[in-house]
């Protein structure tokens, strides 16, 4: 296993809520446990992370005609272009909790091939980074598709930075000794959305997490998704 997402000593011997074990970054995983743990709102804390993350870049090779740039561009912006139905529906679904996980994850929430083929049909195959401008870069479904083959966003999270703006809104979380901070310009989407908390759990929230449980684990024993593995590094 990476050594970013190796267990801490604070994860072992701590009791958290088991999604701070998703976080990428082993000191902020160990300074949500030590200061959010027991927070009520700690989704928040959470969905504030997942919508700070970027990737660093040269912003002249996402945007045509500007000097060499050191910068960085969300992450939830390119996925937001990428899949905009489901960042509509994840803003959708904290208004109305009672959809169906079934319908959520296979209705038309969830952009399919054939949705995809359309927004490329849509779209200039032609077109290539560097973009004109970023409403072109962040409104093309086709260029922020290269965007994020260019980062390597599909390396994995280990990959990201977190903007500067989380840690003035949450001093706590700093760290100096890590470099998990972005630096440069912020290449912001002028279309931009935050990240949706999570609705307070109750009845029917529970229910949705619990059609959501069986349908993943039906496929899993259909063999419809694949298995995780762990990858362990070799010695």
């Not at 927004?119 to 409104?139: C, I, Q, V, W, Y």
Request: charged residues 20%.
């Amino acid at each position: 296993m990476s050594q970013t997402w190796r267990p801490t000593k604070t994860q072992i011997s701590r009791k958290h809520p088991a999604i701070i074990d998703w976080i990428p970054w082993p000191s902020i995983r160990d300074k949500l446990i030590t200061c959010h743990a027991a927070n009520p709102l700690i989704d928040n804390v959470i969905c504030a992370i997942g919508h700070s993350y970027v990737m660093e870049i040269d912003l002249s090779k996402l945007i045509a005609n500007i000097p060499p740039t050191p910068g960085y561009v969300s992450v939830w912006d390119l996925i937001r272009t990428i899949s905009p139905e489901t960042s509509k529906q994840n803003t959708e679904t904290s208004k109305n909790i009672n959809l169906n996980a079934w319908d959520g994850l296979r209705g038309s929430g969830v952009p399919t091939d054939e949705s995809f083929q359309f927004h490329r049909h849509k779209e200039s195959f032609g077109m290539r980074l560097p973009a004109p401008d970023t409403n072109s870069l962040f409104g093309s479904h086709t260029m922020a598709l290269q965007a994020f083959e260019l980062l390597g966003m599909d390396k994995g999270a280990s990959l990201f930075r977190l903007d500067p703006a989380f840690f003035e809104t949450h001093p706590e979380m700093y760290d100096h000794r890590d470099n998990i901070m972005a630096s440069g310009v912020h290449l912001k989407s002028p279309y931009g959305d935050t990240m949706i908390s999570p609705r307070p759990l109750d009845i029917s929230v529970s229910t949705q997490y619990k059609q959501l449980s069986s349908w993943t684990v039906d496929l899993l024993v259909e063999g419809a998704l694949p298995v995780p593995r762990l990858h362990l590094d070799s010695e």
